[in-house]
């Protein structure tokens, strides 16, 4: 096995998290953005809140002007859908049944974590966030932290930017990839002077969930964008694949860790393997996962038979990513890179 | 009535046009870019060929290499869903029927029109536009014309970028919106020193069909996505709209002619407002449609009850539109400037 799961995984659940306002209640924790920051190691968590739920009523709340504003529906109400537990359809619309915000928690061994004080959260704000934010991924550069997340509102699902240095003040830098998109994981340094991102547009009919390349001159505006991997059919990925977090520069190249799903929703890992000058040529790929779900925590729970990863932290060979199992609690598990690469297949 | 059609409509037919190659059949003209140079009205069809028919058969073209390839289905095949004369599904996967590329003809009158020598018709080239290349925007600046169009390949479709001073000559600037994506149209000069561009992301599940703006610093690299108006429930707009051509500078603001459609694929016109200094506020727009499908060439043909406008002259107070009908054939309409601007709603 690839992955040397944490013996006490889950490192954190919700219940060791406070809710963020009163009558709110943390339903998951998922896919935290992970960065060093004054020598600690530091998780961005996705923290998915509801209210606490009414008898015979589904509430869900929104953010109208930066707070929430809660919404109930009949549970009997023929026009409902909530057969999906992350998404309520009313009268063909689309709703999340949690409201997502970003929380950060530090630690000195990497295991145990808590929330520092002084440290706000990222809550959604604006007309592009009334659903919320989820799904950070913390790219660390020479002139501070790049952040890339997905900003969900009713107009759409885009990739939000944002820059800090000391985690306290914020520079919003808009929406870097239009709807629908997400999975933006962007490269920690410049190849041939130009900025690179992985990122998962979304197409309804002709194209799928795919893996794709843009370039960018100064991280705001992005273009020349072109598809690096596809969904494999009756594969473990053959629904959606989406990147990690920022690409691992390795001496065959940059190395990815990836989710991809089924058509079950069933979510693995596995690994791609990208030119180290041109980013845009795949020269290997993962055949069989690098991790699937096989524990407890990550069978069962909000979501069951889900791992997804989004950070990880990099020690010579070792590879510690930190991972949402079952759409509920954040774990850890281990990798060695040269496992990792000497699994990658080059026959594509 | 707001659109005074062109007496002798359409202007250009599947007939004045040759095949591109022996053995293929053009089906449809549709919606062309348009632009002056050289002192003539210059259209760029999108000119949609499939091979010549052979009974019992479904056959279209996909270009392997440059060079078109023909796929054939049996019209008996359980698996083959041919209800959408524009689209083949077969085991969920998704073709087009046709196979696009852009032609060249100009006009001295603006309405009798011929394919000059010298003018190569443009065709998809590369794995981004296996299944072709369709509706082009043509926006021209000091330096020379502009062109978006919609890429098609099994990867998705995105937004083409090409360049050209001569019309013999282009520039390839790659995929400057990413999947799902089409209707982009540039504004032709920077506001507030940066460029500006409407385009169209669709959403599988939350958001839509609606129009956004981006901003770009060196019309290759784009960011700062915003949405600046959404589809309309039960209106003649509820199921998609996209911008038209470039927008047109007035003194009340960016005037963009618009599509939109309805769930029953009826394709009208509409204006919308935007601020000239600020084109992500949208100021007004139309209530009813400036154009709707009437005539007999706009109701029946390829795929009926369409009007679809991407290219557009101005001369003072008198706006030339040129529009695909039915998705069959192309025709002229004139507009005055101030009665469109004087239809529009400023209560949003």
Redesign the interface.
Known sequence: MLAKRYINNPVVRPSDIKPSMEGMQIECLLNPGVFMFEDKLWLLLRVAERPVQKEGQVSFPVLRDGKPEILSFMKDDPELDDADPR?IKYKGK?FLTTLSHLRLVCSDDGVTFHEPEGYAPIMGTG??ET?GIEDCRVTTMEDGYHLTYTK???????VGYLFTTDWKHYEH?????????KDCAIFDRKTSDVYHAL?R????????N?I?L?????L????????VA?TRENWWDSARIGAGAAPISTPDGWLEIYHGADHKNRYCLGALLLDTRDPSKLIARSSDPIMEPTAEYELTGFFGNVIFTNGHVVNGDKLTIYYGASDEVICMAEFSLKEILKSLKHEL
Chains 1, 2 share one sequence.
């Open positions: 998404v689309h007309p592009q659903f969900v509102a009713p107009e759409g699902v885009g830098r808009g929406m870097i990839f239009p709807p629908h998109n990122h547009p979304s197409s309804p009919e002709i194209g799928g795919y794709w843009a370039e960018s001159p100064d705001l505006h992005w273009g020349n964008h072109r598809c596809t």
